[in-house]
């Protein structure tokens, strides 16, 4: 299996290890769903990972480490706009994907470079907090929501 697509679905919640040992997966497309969290355990031996979409789900936060196990994977090409990130974790996200000579693709579909790609925190901060900030969430939103002319209704993601 070289790829995966789950995208528009209304997944949640993803099982630890549900990616684990796929070792012939090159892309997989997880997009347009309701994830809120991120795990790290989920591609532990899937060394083949160029193309990650994770564009348009409910992401806060990552993990610490999270994408420590992808050392071992070589994403290539990543996507992962329009979720509420706090901008040192996206920021951090970003440094990972540029040690790893890879890119991250700015999603098309929602209007590509409107879309606001993360908020901070009130309280400033470089570093990535994992707790998940509601005061982040609802500012990410509100510019969202705020885009004039405004976003296809998929774009924008429900309070
Ligand atoms: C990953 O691969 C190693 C080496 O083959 C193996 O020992 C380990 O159990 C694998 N991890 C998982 C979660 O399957
Ligand atoms: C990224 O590219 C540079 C220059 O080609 C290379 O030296 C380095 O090993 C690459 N890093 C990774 C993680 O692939």
């Not at 309701?34 to 989920?42: A, G, S, T, V």
């Not at 920021?91 to 590509?112: F, H």
Request: proline share 6%; net charge positive; glycine share 2%.
């Amino acid at each position: 299996m070289e790829l995966l697509r789950i995208h528009n679905n209304q997944i949640d919640v993803i099982e630890d290890l549900a990616f684990v040992n796929l070792v012939s997966l090159k892309s997989i497309q997880v997009d347009s769903n309701k994830l809120k969290h991120w795990n790290r355990e989920w591609f532990t031996n899937t060394t083949k990972l160029e193309i990650m979409n994770f564009q348009n789900n409910k992401i806060r936060t990552i993990p610490r480490r999270a994408f420590a196990m992808l050392n071992k994977i070589s994403a290539k090409d990543v996507t992962l706009d329009n979720n509420p990130w706090k901008c040192p974790c996206l920021d951090r996200i970003a440094y990972w994907v540029y040690k790893n000579n890879g890119t991250i693709r700015a999603s098309s579909e929602c209007a590509g470079g409107r879309i606001p790609v993360c908020a901070y925190p009130s309280t400033f901060s470089q570093t990535c907090l994992e707790h998940v900030d509601e005061d982040v969430t609802k500012k990410y939103l509100k510019n969202l929501k705020s885009l004039d002319p405004p976003l296809p209704e998929y774009c924008v993601l429900p309070d």
